[in-house]
Structure formats: C-alpha cells, structure tokens
C-alpha cells in the first residue's frame, strides 16, 4: 500500500526568500504524485503533478517539484515566496496500477503550512 | 461556474444528533468523494463513488453512510453524531474516466461539523 510522509508540519520563511517543502513516498509499483495547495477557508487545488518523464515538473503560481526515484522524493519549491503563497500545502501519491485505471485512490500526507514571514 | 458546493459551511450538533452534509458538483464527473481533514493527520477517505448508484468504502467508513442516487449529488449522512466526528469535511470530484492522473479532484470548501 501507498505512503506519503510529509516530516515537516509548518515551514515558515520570510518574503522573497526560497523556501523547499519535504514529500517522501512509499509504494511497491510505479506512482504518479501530486501536490495540493489549500488557502485559508478553501477547499484543496491542484498544483502540480507528476505522471511519467521529465522529473522537474513546474506548476503554478511558479511552483515547481523535482521527481527522484531513487530517493522516493517529490520535494516542492520556489525561488522567491510571497505573502499570497501562505497557505497548507498536501503531497499525495497513487499508484499506477492498469487493473484500477479510473479508480484510483489519493492518498495525501499530513501537510505542510507555510508561513511567510514579511 | 459552481463546481463543488458544500452545504452547510458550518453545523454545530449534540452527541447522538443525525445530520446530512450535502454535496453536490456540476461538471457531470463520475468520481465523487468525501474526505475527513484533521489536524496532523491530513486527508482521509471516508467514502466514494464511481457513478451514480455504486459506493464503497474508504479508509474511515465508520459512522458514515453515503448514497448516490444522481451524478451530480453524493451526501454523507451522520446517523448518531460523536464528538471524534468533530473535523472538517471535503466534498471531491473528478471525471473517473480518465483517471487520477489526467483529471485531479475537485474539492469543495468544506464543512466545520463540531459535536458536543
């Protein structure tokens, strides 16, 4: 079964500085990974995602995460944060399995709030 | 422009009180979810649906009964409220057919249910 850790619970960071929020994952086959992002008082939405190929992945709001196999990492990063980009932030994982397409399950990790800092 | 609407945003209930947390999606998405967010233990499946009339269960099924009778409506019912019900509750949808990887989950903006 799929695993998501997420070691660290809050980040905070000061405006315009680089910040990397930590995913590790753990499964027996392929996977494909995500990152949510939920604002205060919303519900979660996509960031990115990684599905096969090229292992830097960028998604938006100039968000961007690097997949490493060998590692069984998908760490989140951007090089200038702003105050906008306080927010939690989910990793999540499901397997690439052709037996279960359309009926994957998510699993999400514990989530990381990143705080900016003015 | 609706999406996922979540309905109610807040509910205050009493230990043993019943209550429906509606849901309902207008992008016709055959997947529809509900999920439980608590602190330091992120999202968890509660129950889902493939398509109008099959559900099954997810990780924390118990306490919960859900039901889906139309594509665009999934409610997660509370027979008999109990305070570790207490949680923040995600509707979430996406278009089954082309799986996790090519269609995400849609979710909505949640329901703060506290029972005393």
């Known amino acids: 079964a799929q695993s998501v850790t997420q070691l660290d619970s809050q980040v905070p960071v000061f405006e315009e500085a680089p910040v990397e929020l930590r995913c590790n994952y753990s499964s027996s086959v392929s996977v494909y990974l995500f990152w949510y992002v939920q604002y205060p008082n919303q519900g979660l939405q996509l960031l990115l995602k990684y599905l096969s190929g090229s292992t830097l992945v960028k998604g938006i709001n100039g968000f961007e995460a690097e997949f490493n196999k060998s590692q069984t990492s998908f760490h989140l990063r951007k090089p200038s944060v702003h105050i906008s980009d306080t927010a939690e932030y989910f990793c999540a994982v499901s397997e690439r399995e052709e037996s279960n397409f359309g009926n994957e399950k998510l699993t999400f990790g514990t989530g990381t709030r990143l705080t900016i800092i003015p | 422009n609706a999406g996922v609407t979540q309905t109610p945003k807040f509910q205050v209930l009493k230990t043993g009180q019943s209550m429906t947390l509606q849901c309902a999606q207008d992008?016709?998405?055959?997947?529809m979810s509900w999920y439980r967010q608590d602190p330091g233990m992120g999202l968890r499946l509660i129950h889902y649906s493939v398509g109008a009339g099959i559900t099954d269960q997810g990780e924390v099924p118990n306490g919960y009964n859900v039901s889906r009778s139309t594509t665009e409506d999934f409610p997660l019912r509370l027979l008999s409220a109990a305070p570790s019900q207490t949680s923040v509750y995600f509707c979430?949808?996406?278009?089954?057919?082309?799986?996790?990887?090519?269609?995400?989950?849609?979710f909505g903006n949640g329901t703060r249910l506290t029972v005393t």
């Open positions: 979430a949808s996406s278009n089954q057919r082309f799986g996790t990887a090519n269609s995400p989950l849609h």
């Open positions: 992008m016709n998405h055959e997947y």
